[in-house]
């Protein structure tokens, strides 16, 4: 087994690396220009816009529970606290009629504070980290209807809503926000010794706290973090529909997991990929668009999305050589 | 679990080396009592009965024939919602599935009413076939890809959703033989008719895990597969068969959901299924089965179905207000595995004192 | 120089430390002492109580009672991260690395070298190879750790364990998986940390090592200290085994059985799809042959294939002289009646949770049970009964479970469960790792006895002595191949020297 890695050639082993997402861009690249080639309307700039404006919200949804898988758990709260958080930064400025700087720090720490619980939560107990977000999911998502008895916030404060339609061509403002967060999550994974200490401790947390890792305190940043991130996600999910809608999240837990799954993620921890989620992203978002763009029913999206989720996770299997 | 005091003592370990007498004679009946008392069950009942208490003297709705009424037929079918994730709990994995199973369960059996005229009698069996077969798939899945049955059942709770509302074009089936409906509708006294089924299940389901060798092999492969293949025991297969009964269990619920309601719903259960999440959950882990697998509690998850009942049922009549249930069923579910967990750590220190 | 080290105050000291876990009392009153600038050998049966020893130094677990002083100070580590920060570094037995990070970054984890917030991955590897080159290995620092072999795994925790500029230095079995040659580059290198001062700390199982390497012992024995810190000189084999044990070593005579009757078990030639190639030995009724290798020799490995778990590639496997490819582990185990007693109990040996009467009646349930699988706990109880008071397995009721047993009752369990499903071939892994000293010896005599009946025994051991007084012929594994086969002629000696060398040859020819 150990022979063939201590005799192949390293260029040979870091191609096969960097494969793992050339495999999927090569996808996504098929897809497009199968599209492209098809559909007119595919590469209108419009089009293109609606696109990245979708792929600018997934992708912070996408990396929210990134995270929480690179230390080899999950989050099922993802979605509850995002629509938490973005129905508190409507209300801040609908009811409360807060400034936006301060309605966005609210829904930020909203989003913080959730997460935190989560840390708190299962690094305390030891409890599976599904069953503790199962029920903060059902927390969070009682809280917001409770606070907003199922209705919508509409006193969206215009830049803010501005903010959500502006674009220049086909790229929206939205990305923005989430360009940014997508390069330092990438950075911070890979350069810095809190993302190199997150890997460590879902690869092998036993070696990882003998090595005197602090795996609490890791275990509980990483869950602040992807509260953050889905706070973000919920924000730009108010900003995009201009309202303070308390549906946002419900429907946001299978991209959560197909994204980063697809992007090669290992479920059991310790292996991430942020480019490849972002592929993931990419082709959830254009399978998405396409089917609208051939008026397939909405629901053959969750077909293909479960169908994918799976396909991936085959493909894992076969790749670490099983 | 067995909670025991202390390790053997010196001088019964020699008596026992000779006769091998003490061996035999198991716990005393008078222990065993006590021991029932202390155990999780009986901290459930009297919970509930509690609560039950509490109600009656809050509301006067709560005690009303019909109230009562209602509310065993949500616990009847409830319970059935908890068998169906308990039996998959019980293999140390779960079923994210198990309502998306479910409403494909109530909307084939629709299908094969309605569409197909078949008898009531040949279409709940085979709708129940549907649902066993889903959960058969999930099973396969999960033991051939060797990854845990999380990410298979959320995979599959889109596929079964997405393909069934496809098929039926998230249509209704309403026209429903009477004599099927009427089932729902069974009364004795306060006692829902359903929970005649429930308790038919219960029963089976306890035989199965405590009286056969099925059961056990579930049981031992569920605490640990690695142990349970070496000896020998067909961990894959029992994987499977949990898989297929947790279906079979959904589609049970949703057929008794379908027949409360009178007519089949695409929208039943939520999207995807998944409004029957927490209680499935909840009543299992209320009811002392583990997540990690190898343990089962039938009473417990019925009575951890009661107690979520009484406490929903309660607090509507007390016009806490239907939008804050969902939190508080949250929270109580949080602390419900916090409590478990400082009991285990609590039961650890003191054995080893 | 045990003169010098004991005439300075110990740098650590420990005193009536004691450490109860469900079950087992791991350690009892046990003290130590380590000098800087002194190696001292901390020995034991396995289950001693030496793994817990470090494990309190390292704040991996706190001790029920006892003190430890550091620098003459009362010390207490809460984690491991506290004993490393007040010097001290440790290479655990465990498996100690993050598979996917590189090894730099493994060896370097809470050190790495950063410039503005980001880590600086030249400087890291450069630091990593220099440490690496003090051990004279030669890894590509940048290589991911799952790539490596077991044997550069080892290298690589003890190279992260010297890369803390430690006081103290605990290594725990640092030289299982390695070979001779690797290993005199280690004890070099010990030597002259020795001699600028650090105070080590050294556990092996293998005595001629200790010997020739350290100045001072502490010995545990059931949790308790058979002797602590005495100056290694004047001390000889002989005596450190008696400390050991209890009692003085008897050396068994070589059995040499002559065992009658056609081979049960034949391997030719076999590879498995875990890497094993070359694998041939047999194995007769009535006879015990032992399979003696390194940590990581793939001997674990071959037993799970014979029994069904991995898959045979190449060559042929013949029971009973039929050719056959073991699949399915429950048709193995009922149709050939095999039995395998794994090393790893809690993982795939036992299951702690369940009752005794579970874990042992589990390979019979199919038999004992009535129609459409009816069975009843007395059932159950009237099967197992026999055994468990066979066994003399000591609990208050069968249905106590297997967790709350001693190591040593635990493996009677594993052992009887096999008995029960009336094994006519019993593959025996490290039967005595973790258990007390009667229970050592009430097992070898159980195997004795489970072949004089004509059950036919492989046994698995990395405990020398262990081997000579079971196995009537020894086969070598090294780095998943069979490097030799030595005839048990009961001349430790001798034995030892010939497996050695089976050992070294190969080793040498790698490396």
Known sequence: ?322 | MTRTDQPAATGADRERKRGGAGMAAGPKPGRAALGWLASNEAGLLMITLLFVLLFSQLTAGFTSLFNLYALTRVLAIDAVIGFSMMVVLVTGGLNLAAGAIGVCGAMAAGWFMQALGLPVWLALPLALCVGALLGALNGALTVWMDVHSFVVTLATMSIFFGTMILLTEARAFSDLPPGYVALAKTRYGFWSGLLVVTAIVGVLLWLLFHRTTLGRQILIAGANPRAAAMSGVPAGLTVIVCHALSGGLAALAGLMLTSRNGAALPSMAGQLGMDWLLPAFLAPILGGTLLTGGTVSVAGTFLGAALVTVLTNGLLQLQVGEFWIQAFLGAILLIAVALDRLRAVWIERRRVR | MTEQSSGREPVLAIDGATKRFPGVLALDHAGIDLHPGSIHALLGENGAGKSTLIKIITGVHGADEGEMRLDGAPAAFQNPRDSIHAGIAAVHQERNLVPRLSVAENILLERMHTRFGLIDYAALNREAARIMATLGLDIDPRRPVRDLSVAQMQLVEIAKGLSVDARVLLLDEPTASITPHETGTLFRLLRDLRDEGVAIMFVSHKLEEVLDLCDTVTVLRDGQNACRSEPMQGLGRAELVQYMIGRKETFVTGRQRKPQGAPLLELNDVSTDLGHHGISFDLRPGETVGLYGLVGAGRTELAHAIVGAARITGGSLRIDGEEERPRDIGHTLRQHRIGYVSEDRKGEGLVLMHSIRTNIAVTIWQRIAGRLGWLTPATEKRAVLPFVEKLEIRAPSVDQPVGLLSGGNQQKVSVAKWLAAEARLLIIDEPTVGVDIQTKAYLHELIHDLVEQGTAVLLISSDMPEMLALADRIVVMHEFTVTGEVPNDGSSGEVSGAIMRCIHAEGEEVA
């Not at chain 1, 063939?4 to 050339?22: D, F, I, K, N, Y």
């Not at chain 1, 890792?213 to 108010?238: D, E, K, P």
């Not at chain 1, 029913?297 to 076969?318: C, E, H, N, S, T």
């Open chain 1, 1 to 322: 087994m150990s022979d063939q890695g201590v005799t192949m050639p390293r260029a040979v082993l870091s191609g096969l690396r960097r494969h793992e997402w050339l495999g999927l861009a090569a996808v996504l690249v098929l897809g497009i220009v199968a599209m492209a080639a098809t559909q007119p309307a595919f590469l209108s700039t419009y089009n293109i816009y609606i696109m990245l404006t979708a792929f600018s919200l997934s992708v912070l949804i996408a990396l929210s529970q990134m995270v929480i898988l690179a230390i080899g758990q999950l989050n099922l709260s993802v979605g509850g606290l995002g629509g938490l958080a973005a129905v508190i930064f409507a209300g801040a400025m609908d009811v409360l009629g807060l400034p936006v700087p301060l309605a966005i720090l609210a829904g930020l720490a909203v989003g913080l504070l959730g997460g935190l619980i989560n840390g708190i939560v299962t690094w305390r107990t030891g409890l599976n980290a599904f069953i503790v977000t199962l029920a903060t999911l059902s927390i969070f998502k009682g809280v917001n209807i409770g606070l907003t008895e199922a209705q919508p916030f509409y006193g969206i404060a215009e830049p803010v809503k501005w903010f959500g339609n502006a674009r220049l061509g086909a790229l929206p403002a939205l990305l923005l926000v989430s360009g940014p967060v997508v390069i330092l999550t990438g950075v911070i994974l890979a350069r810095t010794m809190f993302g190199r200490h997150l890997l460590a401790v879902g690869g092998n947390q036993q070696a990882a706290a003998l090595s005197g890792v602090g795996v609490g305190r890791i275990i509980v940043l990483a869950h602040v973090a992807s509260g953050g991130l889905a706070a973000m996600a919920g924000m730009l999910a108010v900003a995009r529909l201009q309202l303070g809608q308390p549906t946002i999240g419900d429907d946001w837990l299978i991209v959560s997991f197909a994204a980063p799954v697809i992007g090669g993620a290992v479920l059991a921890g310790g292996h991430v990929s942020v480019i490849g989620t972002c592929l993931g992203v990419a082709i959830i978002t254009l399978i998405n668009n396409a089917l609208v763009l051939l008026r397939v029913d909405p629901f053959a999206v969750q077909l293909l999305l479960g169908f994918l989720i799976l396909f991936a996770v085959g493909l894992g299997r076969v790749r670490s050589g099983r």
